[in-house]
């Protein structure tokens, strides 16, 4: 069965995922010359780098949301289609998704990553992982629930369990959610909960290797590391997570900690597409692709953000993993299909790299802006510039501002429910 899209005379480009790749890509593509379809298994755009802000109480979901048919509403030749990608067919230019299959001219694959479990399926089963805006919603109900049941728990090991907080990944995701429950910690236990110690509750942040941010300088990752000491994180590096049993988080040293609370943030890898060749499979399931972000051993599909891989001389491993290059892919990546329509010669990406910001919490965060390096509160001035900035829509950048205005003077996060939804059992 074929979705019913409206026949055109212009070339179709099917782009799978509206992350920030995908987003730049259409914001960017003139409709004089194409027609453009999204498919998403989400109907918005999720901020990822503000996910944790959510889980931790910070920010309503709806403040990092923002719906694709209200972004694209006035764009011309745009259809968005709810549905998850099953296969690619190359051969007949088509993907086969859930709701049927959609041909296409051009295929743009932008659809990002997923946390990496590393084959371990135990930790996969019961690790909350914060990569969309359901998980991270989970995590803040299990966080608060825990909290409500350590009041009335009687038993000494179960209370210590629910009180223990392990986060494994010492990335800026593991950083940044570590931060904001030390100040969860400080200023709203002692409010909210008057008969539990504050002391209680404790945070631990396990790395693999010797440093925390490995993708920041010697100097930033030290400023970090104390940074999240001060604010009394458990931090454990050179040690691996290998197990999770009986609610104990086992490491590689076979030490242990107790906990009901284990937030997976160690890894990400690329979503999977049956049809696409073995051969065009990189590391952790990235697409190879040449220097104008077409597919190896194609010429109409290409791949952007996170889950191509694309050597240059700068990174001869491959882009970091991070909103910026899919962003810039994207700009460029519309403006050499248009170039590719008219014959023109395609212009090669080229990686510039505006610098790398990481939070830790009020008044502290870390930044590499070329040779520069600042922490404290002027690195987290930048930082908060520069997420505004990206937030879509004004009303959410307005209620993301007042938020962090009122938390800021308030030391008080406001978005303390417990909502679970119940599944819909209606057929």
């Given at each position: 069965m074929d979705v019913q899209i409206p026949k055109s005379n212009k070339k179709r480009i099917v782009v799978v995922g509206g992350g920030f790749g995908g987003l730049t890509l259409i914001n960017k593509l003139d409709s004089k010359y194409f027609q453009i379809v999204l498919v998403d298994r989400n109907n918005?755009?999720?901020?990822?780098?503000?996910?944790?802000?959510?889980?931790?109480?910070?920010?309503?979901?709806?403040?990092?949301?923002?719906?694709?048919?209200?972004?694209?509403?006035?764009?011309?030749n745009f259809y968005f289609r709810l549905a998850d990608v099953k296969e690619i067919d190359s051969k007949s230019n088509q993907i086969k998704t859930s709701i049927g299959n959609i041909g296409y001219d051009y295929l743009v694959l932008a659809a990002g990553t997923t946390t990496n479990f590393f084959g371990n399926k135990e930790i996969e089963e019961q690790a909350l992982p914060m990569k969309t805006v359901e998980e991270a919603l989970e995590l803040k109900n299990t966080l608060l629930t825990n909290l409500e049941k350590a009041l009335d728990c009687s038993d000494?090991?179960?209370?210590?369990?629910?009180?223990?907080?392990?986060?494994?990944?010492?990335?800026?995701?593991?950083?940044?959610?570590?931060?904001?429950?030390?100040?969860?910690?400080?200023?709203?236990?002692?409010?909210?909960?008057?008969?539990?110690?504050?002391?209680?509750?404790?945070?631990y942040l396990i790395e693999g290797s010797n440093k925390v941010l490995g993708n920041l300088s010697e100097e930033s990752s030290a400023n970090a590391l104390k940074a999240l000491k001060k604010m009394g994180v458990n931090v454990i590096l050179n040690k691996r997570v290998t197990a999770y049993k009986d609610n104990k988080v086992i490491m590689d040293d076979e030490s242990f900690i107790a906990t009901k609370t284990l937030v997976w943030v160690s890894g990400v890898a690329s979503q999977h597409f049956e049809g696409l060749p073995d051969e065009v499979v990189g590391h952790a399931g990235r697409l190879l692709v040449n220097e104008y972000n077409q597919l190896q051993n194609s010429s109409n599909i290409f791949v952007l953000g996170d889950l191509c891989l694309q050597y240059e001389k700068s990174y001869p491993k491959g882009h970091p993993q991070v909103a910026p290059v899919a962003i810039q892919q994207g700009k460029l990546l519309a403006s050499n299909l248009k170039k590719l329509e008219k014959g023109e010669a395609l212009k090669p990406f080229k990686y510039f790299n505006q610098g790398t910001l990481a939070t830790i919490g009020r008044n502290k965060a870390v930044a590499d802006i070329k040779s520069l390096r600042l922490h404290g509160f002027i690195a987290w001035m930048v930082w908060m510039l520069v997420h505004l900035r990206s937030i879509l829509g004004v009303r959410n950048k307005l209620t993301v501002l007042f938020d962090w205005i009122w938390n800021y003077l308030t030391y008080d996060q406001s978005m303390r429910f417990i909502i679970y939804v119940k599944p819909n059992k209606k057929k």
């Open positions: 918005y755009h999720q901020f990822q780098p503000l996910l944790y802000q959510v889980a931790s109480s910070g920010l309503e979901q709806g403040s990092i949301s923002f719906p694709f048919r209200k972004h694209f509403h006035k764009k011309k000494v090991e179960t209370r210590k369990e629910l009180l223990n907080i392990v986060i494994v990944g010492a990335g800026a995701t593991g950083v940044e959610i570590a931060g904001a429950l030390s100040e969860m910690r400080r200023y709203i236990i002692p409010k909210d909960y008057p008969d539990l110690k504050k002391n209680n509750l404790n945070i």
